[in-house]
């Protein structure tokens, strides 16, 4: 236990020296994912009228762009962008609540998150306490501030979609802190719901969490490694 707090604040004490750089690449605001045509999208599918395809951001170099920082090995934070069309004229629901993760017999591993910025937030105080109010402790404390932002700003929220050929995106946040309870290939689950007919149509997605876990363990090595 000694060793992991005294881990935990070596990683801490370096975390000014290694933001300060991200900071400075940042001083924009952080860009919008980029959207393809829902139909170029690997993961695409179509049933009912609607169209839905998903995006897990599992790749350091995306997260670091869109998110300002590795979200995923960091804080254990994986993005999944969610888009939806409407191709049918009829108000179309998906609801956060109705994205599922899920094993290979269906059986339901988590509901995204409700506060996926809460690591963040956390590492934020943490900073603000042990730096005193030192200059490059504060410029640390300000980029997880913006990193936490840019989070909740990114979030898919729930919205009616009324017309033909309109879309609808947003990330959901899962938090795989304990990798040991994934199996190698799980499923993402989303229901859209037609508001007319009441009618649900279920899409799923098959997930390769055997890669992203591999990802994050290379990634979590190296930083060992680097000694935090």
Not at 99 to 105: C, F
Not at 181 to 199: C, D, P, R, Y
Request: some cysteine.
């Amino acid at each position: 236990m000694k060793s992991k707090n005294i881990n935990f604040i070596l990683k801490i004490a370096l975390l000014p020296l290694i933001l300060y750089s991200a900071l400075i690449g940042c001083a924009g605001r952080l860009p919008e994912a980029e959207i393809q045509h829902i139909s170029k999208y690997k993961t695409f599918q179509s049933q009912n009228g609607v169209s839905v395809a998903i995006d897990a951001f599992f790749e350091e170099e995306r997260l670091q762009k869109f998110f300002g920082t590795d979200i995923l090995s960091t804080f254990d934070i994986l993005p999944v962008h969610i888009i939806i069309e409407n191709n049918i004229g009829q108000p179309i629901l998906i609801q956060k609540e109705n994205i599922l993760l899920l094993n290979a017999d269906n059986d339901i591993i988590q509901k995204p998150s409700t506060d996926p910025a809460q690591a963040v937030e956390k590492r934020k105080h943490a900073v603000k306490a042990i730096g005193g109010g030192g200059l490059l402790w504060q410029l640390a404390a300000n980029m997880l501030e913006r990193v936490e932002i840019n989070i909740k700003t990114k979030a898919f929220y729930e919205k009616v979609i009324d017309n033909k050929g309109e879309l609808h995106h947003g990330f959901v946040y899962f938090i795989l802190n304990d990798l040991a309870v994934l199996s190698n290939n799980v499923k993402i689950q989303v229901m859209a719901k037609n508001i007319n007919t009441e009618a649900t149509t279920t899409f799923v997605f098959d997930v390769d969490m055997g890669a992203i876990k591999g990802e994050i363990k290379r990634r979590k090595d190296e930083e060992s490694k680097r000694g935090f």
